[in-house]
Structures are given as C-alpha cells and as structure tokens.
C-alpha cells in the first residue's frame, strides 16, 4: 500500500512538471504573438485574410 502511494506521488509529480512545461511553452506563445501584433504584423495579415 504504501509503495501505491509513492507511485502515485511520483505520477502526480510529472504530471505536474509536464503542466508546468505545457504553461510555459503557452506563455512563450502568446509573449511572441504579442510581440508581433505590436510591429503590426498580425494586423495586416488577418486584414489580408478577412478581405
């Protein structure tokens, strides 16, 4: 009983490292998308695309 218990420690502990991996690569892309909507370029290409 008590190695299941470990085990599922273990298990939640990844699956938290990988949430927080997950999150970080997210906020990298919305950093960049951001960025880019700030130059403008983002603007011009969904205008491009709606019309």
Same mark, same amino acid.
């Given at each position: 009983?008590?190695?299941?218990?470990? #085990? @599922?420690?273990? &298990? #939640? @502990?990844?699956? &938290?490292?990988?949430?927080l991996a997950a999150a970080t690569e997210a906020s990298k892309g919305l950093r960049n998308v951001s960025k880019a909507s700030e130059e403008g370029s983002i603007t011009k290409e969904l205008?491009?695309?709606?019309?």
């Open positions: 009983k008590r190695r299941d218990a470990e #085990r @599922q420690a273990l &298990a #939640r @502990q990844q699956q &938290a490292q990988e949430a205008m491009n695309a709606v019309t």
